[in-house]
């Protein structure tokens, strides 16, 4: 039996699954609609596509390194509560999701999701199945690659399961690399020198410095002088280089690095859950509108 785009788009309404999940159910069942609907709830597919308008905020980051130092992965992968990534099944299912990165190094998600596990299971057939598993939705929600080459050095570092952090040297040791990459984790800076920051976000806090110093009532040109003063303090706050090694306050990341023969060329902080909004649970509202039911 043909299937039909009516058909498929009947199906997708029904169960909320993926078109390519519709209608591979409607071909293995010949097109009847209710056969597919019961294949789809019994390989869990339904069940994962009714869980995926949940947000998830929660989750782990994982961080892979290569062998030979010269490649590493940072992914983030998220679940509705903090009670999920503590289990076996979301932690083996990041795990190899964090060992399929460091071996196929994707330049970003997207990438990523189109790749295979090694028993022939798409990324989000293997979604489905940990969604089924833990009755949760399960988001890959992001990943990146770094590499370096020559005296290149990568450093890396967790804080706890929730922040994770890859930071990239010329020259230098991992000794080094792991120090700041642990201050990153602590500080989250914008970027590593005052040249990287926005333009717009320099506007935009210089426009909120000039109206505080004006509302001191000074002259302009002790005002000018307060704003440079300013700005100047926020760059050092915002810029690796310019921040106040964790270690030792005494000194800056940028001297640091410099002290050591090394320069940071680059670096990638997630933070798990981050720019994600958490839906506010209000049980008491909940019941109330339970019992009016």
Do not use: W
Request: aromatic share 4%; charged share 30%.
């Amino acid at each position: 039996m043909a299937i039909t785009a009516a058909s498929v788009k009947e199906l997708r309404e029904r169960t909320g699954a993926g078109m390519m999940d519709c209608k591979k159910a409607l071909t293995e069942t010949n097109g009847d609609m209710e056969a597919a609907i019961d294949l789809m709830r019994t390989s869990g597919a339904a069940k994962a596509a009714k869980k995926s308008g949940r947000i998830a905020a929660e989750g782990l980051a994982k961080v892979n390194i290569s062998d030979d130092g010269k490649t590493a992965t940072i992914l983030e992968v998220n679940s509705e509560t903090d009670f999920v990534t503590k289990g076996d099944a979301f932690i083996d299912f990041v795990d190899t999701l964090g060992a399929l990165a460091l071996k196929t190094t994707p330049a970003n998600i997207d990438e990523f999701l189109t790749q295979v596990l090694d028993n022939g299971d798409s990324l989000e057939k293997s979604r489905e199945d940990i969604v089924a598993k833990v009755g949760e939705n399960v988001a890959i929600r992001r990943v990146r690659t770094v590499t370096v080459s020559g005296d290149g050095v990568i450093g890396a570092y967790k804080h706890g399961e929730r922040i994770a952090v890859l930071v990239t040297l010329e020259g230098g040791d991992e000794a080094l690399a792991k120090d700041i990459a642990m201050h990153i984790a602590a500080t989250r800076p914008e970027c590593v020198t005052e040249d990287e920051l926005n333009a717009d976000l320099l506007e935009r806090e210089k426009a909120i410095f000039v109206e505080q110093a004006r509302e001191s009532g000074k002259p302009d040109n002790i005002i000018e002088k307060m704003i440079v003063g300013r700005m100047k303090k926020f760059v050092n706050e915002v810029t690796l280089y310019g921040q106040a090694f964790v270690k030792d306050p005494d000194t800056t990341v940028g001297a640091l690095a410099k002290a050591n023969g090394a320069e940071v060329k680059s670096f990638i902080r997630f933070e798990v859950g981050e720019g994600i909004e958490k839906k506010e649970e209000n049980f008491a509202e909940e019941v109330a509108a339970q019992m009016k039911g």
